[in-house]
């Protein structure tokens, strides 16, 4: 069965600093990998997307996420944290083409410090 | 292009009630996912809908159930509502091709229900 695992319920870092939020999958055929991000009392905001294109993938507000066959892992990057960045982050995994389902990871509560 | 819709955003309901909350995808979106999220158990996939068939169900009672109509908006129902029910429940829409290639889901921003 394919799963997600985020490592790191709750994650802190100072403004300006890097951010690094992990993922690791587990599919027995090449995955589709998503990052979301969700604000308090809202639904989820697609950030990146991985569909067996490039490795390296650019999103929104200058996140970035480097797949990594060999290590099943689809971390979650961005080089200088902001204030506005403070959400939940949720790794998923789509499964069964032509079905649209996600499986999610746990949640990551990334919180900024001044 | 306007989002995807959730109504009502709120809703209180006594256990044993039923409630059908519905969802109104982005426009040219043709499949409707919901997902239960709880603080307990996370975002949880309930089914998927597809030119008004449902294509994909999760692991979850026959308490809850969905349906499709031919203008893509979705409702789903929970019947005999239990405490554990208290969510928030989120629809999902996406594109779909002939092909079953995979889309990314873009989601509304919720139905939050409590039961008491």
């Known amino acids: 069965a394919q799963s997600v695992t985020q490592l790191g319920s709750h994650v802190s870092v100072s403004e300006g600093a890097l951010v690094l939020l992990r993922c690791n999958y587990s599919?027995?055929?090449?995955?589709?990998l998503f990052w979301y991000v969700q604000y308090p009392n809202q639904g989820l905001q697609l950030l990146l997307k991985y569909t067996s294109a490039a490795t390296l993938v650019k999103g929104i507000n200058g996140f970035e996420a480097e797949f990594k066959k060999s290590e099943t892992s689809f971390h979650l990057t961005k080089p200088s944290a902001h204030m506005s960045d403070a959400a939940e982050y949720f790794c998923?995994?789509?499964?069964?083409?032509?079905?649209?389902?996600?499986?999610f990871g746990q949640g990551t509560r990334l919180t900024i410090n001044p | 292009k306007a989002g995807v819709t959730q109504t009502p955003r709120y809703l209180i309901k006594t256990r044993g009630q039923q409630v059908t909350l519905s969802c109104s995808p982005i426009?040219?979106?043709?499949?409707v996912s919901w997902y239960q999220q709880t603080p307990g158990q996370g975002l949880q996939f309930l089914f998927e809908?597809?030119?008004?068939?449902?294509?994909n169900k999760g692991n979850f009672p026959g308490r809850f159930s969905g349906r499709q109509f031919s203008n893509s908006r979705s409702e789903m129902n929970v019947s005999t509502l239990e405490l554990g029910d208290s969510a928030l429940y989120l629809c999902a829409s996406s594109y779909h091709d002939l092909w079953g290639g995979i889309y990314e889901q873009y989601f509304g921003p919720g139905t939050r229900l409590t039961v008491t």
């Open positions: 599919s027995s055929v090449p995955p589709y």
């Open positions: 426009s040219g979106h043709r499949s």
């Open positions: 809908y597809f030119s008004e068939t449902q294509r």
């Open positions: 998923a995994v789509s499964l069964i083409q032509g079905a649209q389902k996600l499986v």
